[in-house]
């Protein structure tokens, strides 16, 4: 599915700007087709006119010749105003079109487009495909979504991590280059052996840090030195890097070896039965159940990597 996405998506940005090509070639060759036509049909209606009048009597061949061709011209030129006009409004029409592709683009922004941690260079593998080399998707992505005329919707961005449905653990490095996203060998390993897959998509907010050095007021522990964690309620699955559109719906603080560890509910915005859901009350309406769900998988796989953890090595 994702194949012919893929190729559906390459076949329109090929034939997109053919199209518009076509377009805009049309209308001068037609204006060209016009001119050479007319200027022709101009020469056969002299010959014509030199036929017919060259039998009334008293009428010098010369003098036939140089009426039948202004009459001809006349004509020529009144066919070659009306091409004119119409390759004028065909230009503007094109020139509308363009100015209208432009503004769409720039109120909507680029669509429909990795990680490491510092110590913890034993964890880093490879990075997936990223949607360009050369930037954050940490820092250069803005957090909040703004109208085309720069106010605040109420809504934010995400970057995707671990696609829902799948069990590898990739995470926003902040110690890589451009802060590229990287699996987590260690901790893809421990989502294989609790073998249940990830529920819901997982992801963190752009431009936001957890400070170890600051102390959460509810809590009374440090940050865990990340970005901000996110829960996506929506449930179609998005893939690693992707940035998402979202409301924020609650939140919830797990203490992770002594650290805050704060998980926002959000919501996609753009697709899904729950798209317009505004609270977690909303969620529970449309998807009774949704929320636990999610908590308790969340629990279930903290307790199997305690567990997993504590056991003594068997001897053989």
């Not at 020469?43 to 060259?54: C, E, G, I, Y």
């Not at 979202?246 to 797990?254: D, K, M, N, Q, T």
Request: net charge negative; with cysteine.
């Amino acid at each position: 599915m994702e194949a012919a996405q893929h190729a559906l998506e390459s076949a329109k940005a090929v034939a997109f700007p053919l199209s518009l090509c076509m377009f805009a070639l049309y209308p001068v060759a037609l204006f060209i087709w016009t001119v050479f036509e007319g200027r022709s049909a101009a020469r056969l209606q002299t010959k014509a006119s030199v036929v017919d009048l060259s039998q009334d009597a008293g009428v010098g061949k010369e003098e036939v010749t140089k009426k039948a061709y202004r009459d001809g011209r006349q004509r020529t030129k009144a066919r070659s105003a009306v091409f004119g006009r119409v390759l004028a409004l065909a230009l503007a029409c094109l020139a509308a079109a363009v100015s209208v592709g432009a503004l769409g683009a720039f109120v909507c922004g680029p669509p429909g487009q990795g990680h490491g941690r510092v110590g913890r260079t034993g964890r880093r593998q490879s990075m997936p495909a990223a949607p360009t080399a050369d930037v954050s998707l940490w820092h250069d992505v803005d957090l909040h979504v703004k109208s085309w005329l720069d106010e605040d919707t109420g809504l934010f961005r995400y970057v995707n991590e671990i696609p829902l449905g799948t069990l590898d653990k990739h995470e926003v490095q902040p110690g890589e280059p451009y802060n590229r996203i990287v699996e987590d060998p260690v901790g893809s390993a421990r989502l294989k052996a609790f073998g249940q897959p990830v529920p819901f998509n997982y992801g963190c907010f752009p431009q936001t840090y957890r400070d170890p050095d600051e102390i959460d007021e509810l809590h009374g522990a440090p940050g865990d030195d990340d970005p901000l964690d996110v829960l996506d309620v929506s449930g179609h699955s998005v893939g690693v890097g992707d940035i998402v559109e979202c409301r924020i719906l609650g939140a919830v603080c797990l203490v992770d070896e002594g650290e805050a560890d704060w998980k926002v509910f959000v919501v996609n915005t753009r697709a899904g039965p729950l798209a317009h859901a505004r609270s977690v009350e909303d969620v529970e309406a449309v998807v009774p159940g949704r929320i636990q769900e999610m908590l308790g998988w969340m629990e279930d796989s903290e307790t199997s990597s305690t567990a997993r953890a504590r056991t003594p090595p068997r001897c053989t």
